[in-house]
T-cell receptor
Framework: NAGVTQTPKFQVLKTGQSMTLQCAQD?????MSWYRQDPGMGLRLIHYSVGAGITDQGEVPNGYNVSRSTTEDFPLRLLSAAPSQTSVYFC???????????FGPGTRLTVT | AQSVTQLGSHVSVSEGALVLLRCNYSSSVPPYLFWYVQYPNQGLQLLLK??????LVKGINGFEAEFKKSETSFHLTKPSAHMSDAAEYFC???????????FGSGTKLNVKP
């Protein structure tokens, strides 16, 4: 049982480039979420999904896309990277109704 | 939307001293409340949670927190700090219908020898 996995661990992008951050979980959790963590701001919700085929926006969705084609995977796409997207990104998952989220180890992204 | 306020971005205590990390939330419905801990360069780990029932909840590593509805607070305490407690602590609130979490800005705990 690997829990929540994220790849890559580190990434450097140039402004305007696109990329996908990968997130997978093997716990058959219905809910999955993406957060960004910035100093002094805690974690902010980007997008979340309550099940395969269902996604919705969080607090800071601009510049990011998600899809949920399977229960296991929830990739986050940066369409055109900007320096303001330099952050640490965390994926999390949980069962419906339990409300406890399990977090991945994070992806540290730098946009130059 | 919910909001979470953590008073004090940095707290410093001596080893063996009481740890008190403050968290206040705004909610119009009964909330689910959580404390997470983050060690350097790692993800978040659940310390404890309040959903329903007893308002004093105990978590891992000797931490506990008390839900006080009248004060809209969920402060985290530990009677005696240990050097290994040095980390960043996040309070979070969840809406009742979906697993949308709202996090506080975090409190970095420093433990002095």
């Amino acid at each position: 049982n690997a829990g929540v996995t994220q790849t890559p661990k580190f990434q450097v992008l140039k402004t305007g480039q696109s990329m996908t951050l990968q997130c997978a979980q093997d716990m058959n959790h219905e809910y999955m979420s993406w957060y960004r963590q910035d100093p002094g701001m805690g974690l902010r919700l980007i997008h979340y999904s309550v099940g395969a085929g269902i996604t919705d926006q969080g607090e800071v969705p601009n510049g990011y896309n998600v899809s949920r084609s399977t229960t296991e995977d929830f990739p986050l796409r940066l369409l055109s990277a900007a320096p303001s997207q330099t952050s640490v990104y965390f994926c999390a998952s949980s069962y419906r109704g339990v409300h406890e989220q399990y977090f991945g180890p994070g992806t540290r992204l730098t946009v130059t | 939307a919910q909001s979470v306020t953590q008073l004090g971005s940095h707290v410093s205590v001596s080893e063996g001293a009481l740890v008190l990390l403050r968290c206040n939330y705004s909610s119009s419905v009964p909330p689910y409340l959580f404390w997470y801990v983050q060690y350097p360069n790692q993800g978040l780990q659940l310390l404890l949670k309040y959903t329903t029932g007893a308002t004093l909840v105990k978590g891992i590593n000797g931490f506990e927190a008390e839900f006080k509805k009248s004060e809209t607070s969920f402060h985290l305490t530990k009677p005696s700090a240990h050097m290994s407690d040095a980390a960043e602590y996040f309070c979070a609130v969840s809406e009742s219908n979906f697993n949308k979490f709202y996090f506080g800005s975090g409190t970095k705990l420093n433990v002095k020898p």
